[in-house]
T-cell receptor, first 114, second 114 residues
């Protein structure tokens, strides 16, 4: 079975500072990995995804993530956060072998201080 | 990116009544649609997987007679919460997958049962 862990429930960061959100996954084969962002009362927006190839993935809104197989991690980073980045972030894992079902981590709420 | 429309965005109903939520893929044919439930400040939990023209596959612990899923076409899936109770109040989100295995999410439906 696949599982995802986001160790940090809350992160507070100052505007302009860098941000890193941790994600660890468990799956027998190489999964598909995703990062989504959710604003309050809204659906999910895809930030980026990893299927194969280059392990450093660029996404929208200046986000990037690095797949590290040896650490079973897919951490999300942004060099300089903006107040509009305050939201809930979810890491997810999926696999064709699992019928493309996504398993989500518990989420990390990001608060941005002025 | 592809668009998934979910309707209604908010609904309030009385205990004992049924509520139908629609999920439409607007510009692509969805081979598979998923229904998730999200409690406040929690992650998304997969409820069921639906494939066009076949019965939905429910996750363990999800009552299939209470949460009826119909996937009548490649662009529409519906979730009906039957005989709703206050504990069914939640945020329900659908996602649709096309040929490239990427999941696109609807904006969610906030259900409140009074």
């Amino acid at each position: 079975a696949q599982s995802v862990t986001q160790p940090d429930i809350h992160i507070t960061v100052s505007e302009g500072a860098s941000l890193e959100l941790r994600c660890n996954y468990s799956y027998g084969a190489t999964p598909y990995l995703f990062w989504y962002v959710q604003s309050p009362g809204q659906g999910l927006q895809l930030l980026l995804k990893y299927f194969s190839g280059d392990t450093l993935v660029q996404g929208i809104k200046g986000f990037e993530a690095e797949f590290k197989r040896s650490q079973s991690s897919f951490n999300l980073r942004k060099p300089s956060v903006h107040w509009s980045d305050a939201a809930e972030y979810f890491c997810a894992v999926g696999a064709v072998a699992a019928g493309n079902k996504l398993t989500f981590g518990g989420g990390t709420r990001v608060l941005v201080k002025p | 990116g592809a668009v998934v429309s979910q309707h209604p965005s908010r609904v309030i109903c009385k205990s004992g009544t049924s509520v139908k939520i629609e999920c439409r893929s607007l510009d692509f044919q969805a081979t598979t649609m998923f229904w998730y439930r999200q409690f406040p400040k929690q992650s998304l939990m997969l409820m069921a997987t639906s494939n066009e023209g076949s019965k939905a596959t429910y996750e363990q612990g999800v009552e299939k007679d209470k949460f009826l899923i119909n996937h009548a076409s490649l662009t529409l899936s519906t979730l009906t919460v039957t005989s709703a109770h206050p504990e069914d109040s939640s945020f329900y989100i659908c996602s649709a997958i096309g040929r490239n295995t990427e999941a696109f999410f609807g904006q969610g439906t906030r259900l409140t049962v009074v």
